[in-house]
Nanobody, 123 residues
Framework: QVQLVESGGGLVQAGGSLRLSCTAS????????MGWFRQAPGKKREFVAT???????IYADSLKGRFTISRDNAKNTVYLQMNSLKVEDTAVYYC?????????????????WGQGTQVTVSS
């Protein structure tokens, strides 16, 4: 059974940093893309970043330069380093495993999802 567990969320002041982790179990994911999405209250889940099996990275345009996605295949873990956080970054952050087809930024292209971790940025 595939399981993704996110951690590292919490409460941080604007301008601060957080690093999210997502550890996968039940399968080796080194040959799969991994992504991060987020969902704020009352809004649709949106793409944050993705990293392919070959370590190519893609970011949402609005987040470039502040967020960095990386992976450690030996640990079956993907990370999201978030710097210069803003109040509008407040959301539940989800990691997901990409299926073999579909757009890198579309939620429908991801086959497995974690339960999410809350990130709250205060002013």
């Amino acid at each position: 059974q595939v399981q993704l567990v996110e951690s590292g969320g919490g409460l941080v002041q604007a301008g601060g940093s957080l690093r999210l982790s997502c550890t996968a179990s039940g399968r080796t994911f080194s040959s799969y893309g991994m992504g991060w999405f987020r969902q704020a209250p009352g809004k649709k889940r949106e793409f944050v970043a993705t990293i392919t099996w070959s370590n190519n990275t893609i970011y949402a345009d609005s987040l470039k330069g502040r967020f960095t996605i990386s992976r450690d295949n030996a640990k079956n873990t993907v990370y999201l380093q978030m710097n210069s956080l803003k109040v509008e970054d407040t959301a539940v952050y989800y990691c997901a495993v990409k299926s073999n087809s579909g757009s890198l930024s579309a939620t429908g292209s991801y086959a497995y999802w974690g339960q999410g971790t809350q990130v709250t940025v205060s002013s």
